[in-house]
C-alpha cells in the first residue's frame, strides 16, 4: 500500500458533511418531535417508534450501501447519498399525515446509510491509504460536535420555523454543501484509486497484515458483529432515558446538570486516543471501549444517589461511546483490511442498528417489571458480553496462525 495520507482539506470537509449529516438526519429529530406529534395528533412515544422502525429498516439496508461503496466508490456513493437525503427531508416537510411521515422518516433512514459514518469511513481507507487509521479517529474528532452544535440550531431555527419550514432549510443545507462535497470527493478517490498499489491483506497498528485461518477469520467476524451490537444495545438504552434514570435514582435536578459531561467526556477519548493511542492496536481499544461502558454503569448503581459518583458514570460511558465510534470503523480495517471494507462496515452498522432500535423499548420494559436498578445491572450484565466478545479476538490475534495442511507457524 503507498504511504499516502487523505489531504486535510478532504478530511474536514468530509467532517463538515458528517456534522450536517447527522445533525440534520438524526440530531434534530428529538428536538422537532415535539411539534411534529402535536400536528399529526399522535403521541410523542410512537412518533419515536416510527424513528425506531425507521433505524431497523435502515439497518438492513446497511451492507447493500457498504457493498455499492466498495464498487463504485464512496464518493460516488455519498454524492447521491446527499441528493436522497434532501428529497427525504423535503418529503418529510411536505408529509400530509401520519403513514406518509413514517414513510418519509424510512427514506431518511435509507439515505443516512449513504452519508454518514460508514460511507465516509471506506471514503477514508479509498483515499487516505495507510494512514487511514489515523485520519477515521480526526472525522470522528470533528464530527464529535454535530450534537453540540444542531441541538442549538434546529432550537434557534424552530423559534421562528415551522417544523416542516426547519426540514426544508436542512434539505438545501444538504444539497448545497454536502452534494458539492461528496462530488468533490468522488473525483479525488477516483484519481487516488488509479494511482493506488496492491493492498495487504489486513493494517495492523505498525501497518503489517494480520493472518487468520479461514475459520477464525469467520469466528472473528462473527465476535466483531457481537461485540458491536452489545455495544449499541447498551448505549442506546441508556442515553434516551439517561436523564429520567438520574432523575429516578435520586439525583434531582442535579442529574440533569451531570448528563451536560457525557458530550464532552465522548469527544475527550477521541482526542486523547489521537494523541496517545496510535501506538495501540484497536482489537485492545475496542476491549477498553467496551469495558468503560458497563464499568460506569456499575460505579452509578454503587454509589447512587451521589453526584460525584453520577459524573464518573457520565464522564467513564462518554469515554466508552467515543472509543466505540473510534473502532467501530478502524476494528474492521485492521483485522480484514481494505478488500471489501465497505461491505464489513455495512454489517456492523446494521448489528449496531438493529439493536439500537430495540434497547431504549427494552429498558422501558424491563424497568416497569424488575425497577430501576435490577434494569440497570442486567444492562451491565449484558454489557459484559461485549468485553467477552472483543477479548476473544485479541486472544485468537494472538494465536499461531494454523495452516490448511494442520502446520502451526509461530507468529514471530
Not at 455519498?78 to 414513510?103: E, I, K, N
Not at 422501558?364 to 417489571?369: L, T
Request: charged share 10%; proline share 5%; with cysteine.
Amino acid at each position: 500500500m503507498s504511504d499516502r495520507k487523505i489531504p486535510a482539506a478532504a478530511l474536514w470537509a468530509l467532517g463538515l458533511t458528517q456534522i450536517i449529516g447527522y445533525g440534520t438526519l438524526y440530531y434534530s429529530f428529538s428536538i422537532l418531535v415535539p411539534s411534529i406529534a402535536l400536528e399529526f395528533a399522535w403521541p410523542e412515544q410512537w412518533v419515536f417508534g416510527a424513528l425506531s422502525a425507521s433505524l431497523l429498516v435502515g439497518g438492513l439496508f446497511a451492507p447493500t450501501a457498504g457493498r455499492w461503496a466498495d464498487r463504485f466508490g464512496a464518493g460516488r456513493v455519498m454524492t447521491f447519498g446527499s441528493a436522497a437525503a434532501a428529497a427525504a427531508l423535503v418529503a418529510c416537510a411536505a408529509a400530509p399525515g401520519r403513514v406518509t411521515f413514517v414513510l418519509a422518516l424510512v427514506a431518511m433512514e435509507l439515505a443516512s446509510a449513504f452519508v454518514l459514518y460508514s460511507a465516509a469511513f471506506v471514503a477514508i481507507v479509498q483515499i487516505g491509504g495507510a494512514k487511514a487509521l489515523r485520519s477515521i479517529t480526526h472525522l470522528t474528532l470533528i464530527a464529535g460536535f454535530a450534537s453540540t452544535l444542531f441541538w442549538p440550531l434546529t432550537a434557534a431555527l424552530h423559534e421562528y420555523l415551522t417544523w416542516r419550514e426547519v426540514y426544508l432549510v436542512f434539505a438545501v443545507i444538504n444539497l448545497a454543501i454536502c452534494l458539492p462535497i461528496h462530488a468533490w470527493l468522488a473525483r479525488l478517490s477516483r484519481r487516488t484509486g488509479e494511482s493506488a498499489s496492491a493492498t495487504p491483506a489486513a493494517i495492523g497498528p505498525a501497518g503489517g497484515p494480520v493472518a487468520f485461518t479461514p475459520r477464525d477469520r469467520s469466528r472473528v467476524f462473527l465476535l466483531m458483529l457481537g461485540g458491536f451490537a452489545v455495544e449499541g444495545f447498551v448505549l442506546s438504552s441508556i442515553l434516551v432515558h439517561m436523564v429520567p434514570l438520574t432523575a429516578a435514582l435520586g439525583l434531582g435536578s442535579a442529574g440533569l446538570v451531570v448528563t451536560t459531561l457525557f458530550g464532552p467526556s465522548q469527544v475527550a477519548s477521541r482526542l486523547i486516543n489521537m494523541l496517545f493511542g496510535s501506538r495501540l492496536a484497536q482489537s485492545w481499544l475496542a476491549v477498553i471501549g467496551a469495558t468503560l461502558l458497563p464499568l460506569g454503569l456499575v460505579v452509578l448503581l454503587a454509589t447512587t444517589p451521589s453526584v460525584p459518583g453520577a459524573v464518573a458514570f457520565v464522564i467513564l460511558f462518554g469515554l466508552g461511546s467515543g472509543l466505540a465510534s473510534i473502532v467501530g470503523g478502524t476494528l474492521p480495517l485492521e483485522l480484514f483490511g481494505r478488500e471489501r471494507y465497505g461491505a464489513r462496515l455495512g454489517w456492523v452498522t446494521a448489528a449496531r442498528q438493529f439493536s439500537s432500535a430495540l434497547a431504549p423499548f427494552a429498558l422501558a420494559m424491563a424497568m416497569a417489571g424488575m425497577g430501576v436498578q435490577p434494569s440497570l445491572w442486567l444492562t451491565a450484565g449484558v454489557g459484559m458480553l461485549g468485553i467477552l466478545a472483543f477479548s476473544a479476538i485479541v486472544l485468537i490475534k494472538r494465536q499461531p496462525l494454523a495452516h490448511d495442511s494442520g502446520m502451526l507457524t509461530s507468529a514471530n
